[in-house]
């Protein structure tokens, strides 16, 4: 069944050829028990090797069931190995990080056969030797003869055809040499045994044949077959190791070095705890800022003014070099002695907003859907009357600190106020004629409010129940004034105006009820005052429309009376357009306020307000002014921009830990060699072996992997606890889960690559030379 045909090896050390093997020709019996005898360096070793095909021989043939191996492939060799031999070595060569049963199966688990099938048979050949009761148990808790049945164990287990053993008796005493012997008689009833000994008696005793090597040559045999006959049905069950199989040996192993593992996968754990925190923060932080974006600056309203300040980039930029110290401005403190006119009107930056009524109309035609609020400040002045003691006087509405507010675009009236403001007593508006009065975080409200309402304002605190109902009222132009020739004056005596007070005309208005900015939405888009329904103000336009003064006004080229406005002067428009605008004759707002839904919509709202100037005249567009941008851009980006640097130093530690991943393995698979040789004797493929030590640095990337995250996650309470005290700023650092998942799988796969030249070494080692280290 086995026959070598003048086989040679040498193996060349530098300039020296060993010669090994000098023309090896023999021929084994399907079942013999044959003992090569021959003195140290004959070439009894190589011989046995390249009979398991463990070595290469460099002539010859070695004939298989008939066949050739000439042309045998790795693979071949590694099925050959696993299927057909089975190797019994003088330091028992056992896997020293499994147990018993792991070691005697894993020539089974090479060739894929199922758990159950293997632990049978394992278990099988345990008791044949005598060892069914240690099979939990690990090499190194066993004597030297246990060690040695387990080696035989194993080498049965896959029920080879044939079993070589070199020298399996040489590190035994006498006693348990003979059982060993027997042992191995009684498995050479129904097998082809070569066995090496030095011992010529052991092998007088108990093989069938003895063949004697002396320098490479077979010098006798004493019972030599010359022609071997052979059936050549052979096939070979190719061998292959899974990657669980691998990780569960990779595993074994790591278990015996757990506090080097532990370390080696903590020290490489830096990088990713360094890369997870910052994430966190900046994730953090973009959270914030994103709450922030949503919160407050979404409350940011886009504002249409009559006049509208152009925004000059460059005017931008060279602001922020002044704040920033980078200005080197030319043309500064000049020294020459002279001064420089310049026209300040002709260089002011403004733009003048013609708000038509068409303009309105499109802001009228907006999707509601965008906006969360919609505001108008009219430019109309209300003639307000209070009653103080039975004496009516007008009320100097500038003191009021009136602001209109703005109408949800639900069609709810009252949605943003309701949205925005807590009602702290009464009502929220229901009617153009309740008012409400808008109070500061300290429910403080200014005197100047009170006394122009007419409420006593020299107490400590004043009730709520003292304010609200409280009455004022608003009366008309025509009431209000009389026209005397070309001169309007007032109808009656201001000292006392009583009578225009009880007038059925005057309308009522009262405070219904004390609003305040809710805990949280930081924008105040009321002025702490008085705040009023914009349904007033139109009713007031309303009714100027077609009142006397208006009209006399309007033919009047003079101006004859000093309004007071809500809106302050700008300075652009002329006198008599803001007279006109001031005694209500002007339906169009002096400004416009957008609140758009959220951040996105603003984005559409602005595009909306820009589509309106596609194509129009530069003194035709509307310029609107939205503050919440510039700020936005700038943040974000100086986040970025410092996660990068971060990220960039935190990789560093993370190239250092793939240097040192691949130190450990390459010491691994120093200390591991002598496994590769026994797992390359046992059939596996270099890939298998490859595999292996993949499967170590799988082990340790994941651990290192996941300990990083871990970390990282612990680190971010305290990281937060100080955030907290330094900044107010409540879970800054949140780990988001995506980034955890895929730092563990870059720890993976840089620890995996870490380990790929070690891992490919591996295997590439010669077997025979890797089972001889120690
Ligand atoms: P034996 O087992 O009979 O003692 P070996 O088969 O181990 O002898 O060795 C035969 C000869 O080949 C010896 O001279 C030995 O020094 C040499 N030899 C064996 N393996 C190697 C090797 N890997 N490199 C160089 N020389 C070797
Ligand atoms: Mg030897």
Redesign the pocket.
């Known amino acids: 069944m086995l026959s070598l045909k003048n086989i040679k090896k040498s193996?060349v050390?530098g300039e020296f050829k060993?010669v090994?093997l000098n023309g090896v020709s023999l021929s084994f019996r399907q079942n013999e028990f044959v003992a090569i005898l021959?003195p140290?360096?004959?070439?009894?070793?190589?011989?046995l090797n390249v009979i398991g095909g463990l070595d290469n021989y460099d002539s010859g043939d070695l004939i298989i069931n008939g066949k050739s191996t000439r042309e045998f492939k790795d693979s071949d060799w590694d099925a050959y190995r696993n299927n057909s031999i089975g190797f019994v070595f003088q330091s028992y060569n056992l896997i020293s990080h499994l147990s018993i049963l792991d070691n005697v199966e894993m020539g089974m688990t090479l060739s894929g056969v199922s758990s159950s099938e293997k632990h049978e048979k394992a278990m099988e050949v345990l008791e044949r030797v005598g060892l069914k009761e240690h099979v939990h148990k690990r090499p190194n808790q066993l004597s030297g003869g246990q060690m040695q049945r387990v080696a035989i164990a194993r080498a049965l287990a896959n029920d080879p055809d044939i079993i070589l053993a070199d020298e399996p008796t040489g590190a035994l005493d006498t006693k348990t040499s003979i059982q060993i012997m027997d042992l191995i008689k009684d498995i050479a009833k129904d097998k082809l045994v070569i066995m090496?000994t030095h011992n010529p008696e052991l092998a007088k005793e108990y093989a069938d044949r003895i063949v004697e090597?002396r320098d490479g040559n077979v010098i006798s045999d004493t019972n030599s077959l010359e022609d071997e006959k052979s059936n050549t049905s052979y096939s070979l069950r190719k061998t292959s190791m899974s990657f669980l199989t691998a990780l569960k040996l990779s595993g074994m192993n790591i278990r015996t070095k757990k506090w080097r593992t532990f370390l080696t996968a903590f020290a490489s754990s830096i990088g990713i705890i360094g890369i997870a925190l910052i994430l966190s923060l900046s994730n953090g932080f973009d959270k914030q800022i994103d709450m922030f974006e949503t919160d407050t600056l979404s409350g940011f309203p886009i504002m249409i003014n009559q006049t509208a300040t152009e925004i000059d980039v460059n005017d931008m930029k060279s602001q922020r070099n002044k704040m920033l110290g980078l200005d080197k401005e030319e043309g500064k403190y000049p020294d020459s002695e002279v001064i420089y006119p310049y026209n300040a009107e002709e260089n002011r930056r403004t733009h003048k907003n013609n708000l038509t009524e068409d303009y309105v109309k499109y802001i009228e035609d907006i999707d509601k859907s965008l906006l969360s609020g919609l505001g108008y400040t009219r430019l109309v002045n209300m003639n307000i009357l209070k009653m103080v003691d039975d004496t009516a006087t007008t009320i100097n509405t500038k003191d009021l600190n009136l602001s209109s507010y703005p109408i949800s675009t639900d069609g709810n009236k009252i949605g943003y106020l309701e949205k925005n403001y807590d009602l702290l007593y009464g009502n929220y508006p229901e009617t153009m004629n309740d008012l409400v009065l808008v109070v500061d975080e300290y429910n403080k409200i200014d005197t100047k409010v009170l006394e122009a309402l007419g409420i006593s304002s020299n107490l400590e605190e004043i009730n709520f129940n003292n304010i609200v109902g409280h009455e004022i009222k608003a009366v008309l132009n025509d009431d209000y004034y009389k026209k005397v020739g070309n001169f309007f004056t007032l109808s009656v005596n201001p000292s006392d105006m009583s009578e225009l007070y009880n007038n059925e005309r005057a309308i009522p208005l009262k405070i219904a009820g004390i609003i305040r900015l809710k805990d949280g939405v930081d924008i105040s888009l009321l002025s702490n005052g008085i705040s009023y329904s914009d349904d007033l103000s139109k009713y007031f336009i309303e009714k100027s429309k077609d009142s006397e003064v208006v009209k006399a006004q309007q033919e009047a080229d003079y101006n004859v009376f000093t309004g007071q406005s809500f809106a302050e002067d700008n300075g652009t428009s002329n006198a008599k357009e803001s007279l006109l605008a001031s005694l209500g004759a002007t339906e169009v707002p002096y400004m416009i306020t957008l609140y758009p839904k959220d951040f996105t919509t603003k984005d559409e709202v602005i595009s909306y307000l820009d589509s309106w100037n596609d194509g129009k005249d530069k003194e035709d567009m509307i310029i609107y002014n939205d503050m919440a941008s510039t700020f936005v851009s700038l943040s974000s980006g100086i986040m970025d921009a410092i996660t990068m640097v971060l990220i960039a130093f935190a990789a560093i530690s993370l190239v250092v830990s793939l240097i040192m991943v691949s130190i450990i393995t390459y010491i691994s698979v120093l200390e591991r060699t002598k496994e590769i040789g026994v797992l390359r004797a046992l059939g596996a493929r270099k890939k298998d072996i490859t595999r292996v030590f993949n499967a170590e640095t799988f082990i340790i990337g994941s651990l290192s992997g996941f300990l990083g995250i871990l970390i990282a996650w612990l680190l971010t309470f305290p990281t937060n606890h100080i955030l907290y005290k330094v900044t107010d700023l409540e879970n800054v650092a949140v780990l988001n889960p995506i980034h955890a998942i895929l730092l563990v799988i870059i720890s993976v796969t840089l620890t995996i690559l870490g380990g790929f030249i070690p891992a490919k070494m591996a295997s590439k080692k010669d077997p025979?030379?890797a089972l001889r280290t120690e």
């Open positions: 193996y050390t060993q090994a021959g140290s360096g004959s070439g009894k070793t190589t011989c090496v090597f025979v030379e």
